[in-house]
């Protein structure tokens, strides 16, 4: 994992390129997520860093590829990710007191800054995992699988089709008979 001291950063700012393997990636991004998912390439990342005062700035991009499964068929699916993001770094003594943040990126902000040293890896896998979708699709509209016969209904239809939607309809009637 990178990180970065603060004394490393020159008055005129940096920029910096590097990139995460999978390994590290899955490491970190494991106990974050609840969505199952997977890296078909690395993590590239490049950020511009500039310190002011005490604050520090940094704006940059991640890109890499994922790979999820849909939530609907269940197929596993190719998922092109890049994300430009700014963020402001406070020193850790001027952090908000506790009850006046909630769970959120502000809290994820000062974690990546302790002791002197800004956390750059974990900064670029909180961007992927920003971004990673809540609910993944293969595609919009899919169909999905039947609930009666499993059958990938992007496929073909089944029988069952029919049924499911002719009960459907007259708890629908029900409902406005009520
Ligand atoms: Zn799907
Ligand atoms: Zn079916």
Redesign the pocket.
């Known amino acids: 994992m990178f990180t970065l001291k603060l004394d490393e950063i020159p008055e005129e700012g940096l920029e910096l390129e590097w990139k995460e393997e999978r390994a590290s990636l899955l490491a970190y991004l494991k106990d974050l997520s609840k969505i199952d998912f997977d890296f078909e390439t690395s993590l590239q990342s490049e950020v511009k860093i500039k310190k002011a005062g005490r604050l520090v700035f940094i704006s940059g991009k991640v890109q890499t590829v994922l790979r999820l499964q ?1 939530v ?4 596993e ?1 190719s998922y092109p990710l890049s994300t430009t993001f700014e963020l402001t770094l406070y020193p850790s003594i001027e952090a908000p007191s506790e009850e006046e943040t909630e769970l959120g990126s502000e809290e994820m902000e000062l974690n990546f800054f302790e002791g002197g040293e800004i956390h750059l890896s974990e900064i670029a896998c909180e961007q992927v995992f920003l971004e990673i979708p809540y609910q993944p ?3 919009e509209g ?1 169909k ?1 699988l039947c609930s009666i016969c499993g059958k990938d209904l ?1 496929l073909s239809a089944c029988e069952c089709v029919k049924e499911e939607w002719a009960s459907g309809f007259s708890a629908l009637n029900k409902l406005k008979l009520d």
């Not at 609907?72 to 197929?75: E, G, T, V």
């Open positions: 849909c609907r068929c269940l197929k699916f699709l293969c595609q899919c999905g992007n």
